[in-house]
């Protein structure tokens, strides 16, 4: 099987937030966001810059996609996004109409029975679902020539708040008769820890009702 362009860049699209619609609802009603606390120091909005803490891990889970370690990639996402995802998961299963469909859902997972499913954790979940997906769009040659020839080149990072951080990233990568690149913006949360983690919620589209051309306020 040769990859196209256009099927690499699908591919790679899914690798890295391969459920962050989908966990979370495309078009799905969300509060409306709490007014963002000043940009910090060094990272001011609508300047980039190359050394803000969280490039250093988006340069990790970028490396760790392009190697094809699922399981390292996994312990810098948000573990509330995994768990949503693993959860949406299980509600797409269950609303299936026929056995074989159950059976097709759940066997990429690695899982017979829904309990199995159920009883995954978060990040299995997602390890297990990212190496299906890889698995079944590339063949193994492909797959280790990509992984070998994997780059990661971070550009730049933008602030949106002291929490949130959007890194610019240029990922290349080679199949057996094409190099390819791709820009790849990464959405990077502060916890309440002081730790940078991924968060894929942040690159969904936000819809929020208006009421009379205003805003719905936030329920107290």
Do not use: C
């Not at 509330?80 to 299936?96: A, G, K």
């Amino acid at each position: 099987m040769r990859p196209t362009l256009q099927g690499f860049a699908v591919l790679l699209g899914s690798l890295l937030f391969a459920f962050a619609f989908a966990s979370v609802g495309f078009g799905q009603e969300v509060k409306q966001q709490p007014k963002p606390k000043p940009s910090e120091k060094g990272v001011s909005k609508g300047k980039g810059t190359r050394t803000h803490p969280a490039t250093a891990v988006a340069r990790k889970y970028l490396t760790h996609i392009g190697a094809r370690r699922w399981e390292e990639s996994v312990k810098l996402i948000d573990p509330l996004f995994l768990t949503e995802m693993h959860e949406d998961y299980v509600r797409r299963v269950m609303r299936t109409v026929s056995i074989d469909e159950e059976v097709a859902l759940l066997r990429t997972v690695g899982a017979e029975r829904l309990r199995d499913l159920q009883a995954m954790k978060p990040a299995d979940f997602y390890a297990a679902r990212q190496k299906s997906n890889d698995e079944a769009s590339l063949t193994p040659e492909t797959r280790r020539q990509m992984a070998k020839s994997s780059e990661v080149e971070i550009l730049g990072a933008v602030a949106e708040s002291t929490e949130l951080v959007h890194v610019l990233a240029r990922h290349t990568q080679e199949t057996l008769k094409e190099r390819l690149s791709e820009m790849v913006v990464i959405s990077l949360e502060k916890t309440s820890g002081g730790l940078w983690l991924v968060a894929p919620k942040h690159q969904k589209m936000r819809v929020t009702p208006l009421i009379g051309g205003t805003p719905v306020p936030s329920p107290k």
